[in-house]
């Protein structure tokens, strides 16, 4: 079975601090997207990648296509980067495959 | 631009009752989806369409039916609810374009509940 597994499911940190989030795939992908949702449940895309490295502010996102794995960085994190993190992944190359699998999720909590 | 929008955002239901929720999408994206999200657990694919008038399985599909009359409005339909239909669902859509991997763009959901 093809999984997604993110870790850790919670993470508490202080205003300022260095943030890294994981994500483990089981088989090859095409694309991995990181999303963000909002406490209010809102979903927004933050990345998409299919190798290397893309940045978006304070946000850093790699992927490690040999070693089936992807990290979130979030430098300087604000309490408003409190949310819940959610890997997700596109099994396969054929491009009008566009069904995801997504992980749990990691809840991440900024204390000013 | 709205992007994706949901109806209604919150509903409450009885058991056997039926309701339609409706999608709809002002980004003139090919394909759509609808995902049901439970406590620990990560999204599920419930359905999905690759464009108007098609519509397909997802990881989920029993007691759900869906139709894409429209380009731009995807419906999700419960025939019988039943309490295990609790949960937040969400709609999404993407261009579809099959030249590229494309985000997904998703709706604010709706939260239902079956008593």
């Known amino acids: 079975k093809n999984e997604v597994e993110q870790s850790p499911q919670n993470l508490t940190a202080q205003e300022g601090e260095f943030i890294t989030i994981n994500c483990s795939y089981s088989?090859?992908?095409?694309?991995l997207h990181w999303l963000q949702q909002h406490p209010g449940g809102g979903i927004v895309s933050l990345f998409m990648?299919?190798?290397g490295k893309k940045k978006h502010g304070r946000l850093i996102a790699t992927i490690n296509i040999q070693e089936k794995h992807s990290s979130l960085h979030i430098t300087a994190s604000h309490p408003r980067d409190s949310a819940v993190y959610i890997c997700?992944?596109?099994?396969?190359?054929?491009?009008?495959?566009?069904?995801?699998?997504f992980g749990t999720g990691t809840r991440l909590t900024i204390i000013p | 631009n709205a992007g994706v929008t949901q109806t209604p955002k919150f509903r409450v239901l009885k058991t056997g009752q039926s309701m339609t929720l409706l999608c709809a999408q002002d980004?003139?994206?090919?394909?759509m989806y609808w995902y049901r999200q439970d406590p620990g657990m990560g999204l599920r694919l419930i359905h999905y369409?690759?464009?108007?008038?098609?519509?397909a399985k997802g990881e989920v599909p029993d007691g759900y039916n869906v139709s894409r009359l429209k380009k731009q409005n995807f419906l999700l339909g419960l025939e019988s609810a039943a309490p295990s239909q609790t949960s937040v669902y969400f709609c999404?859509?993407?261009?579809?374009?099959?030249?590229?991997?494309?985000?997904?763009?998703f709706g604010p959901g709706t939260r239902l509940t079956v008593l």
């Open positions: 369409s690759v464009g108007e008038g098609t519509t």
């Open positions: 990648l299919s190798s």
């Open positions: 980004m003139n994206h090919e394909y």
């Open positions: 088989v090859g992908i095409s694309a």
């Open positions: 999404a859509s993407s261009p579809g374009d099959r030249v590229a991997y494309n985000e997904q763009f």
């Open positions: 997700a992944v596109r099994w396969g190359t054929n491009f009008g495959n566009e069904k995801l699998t």
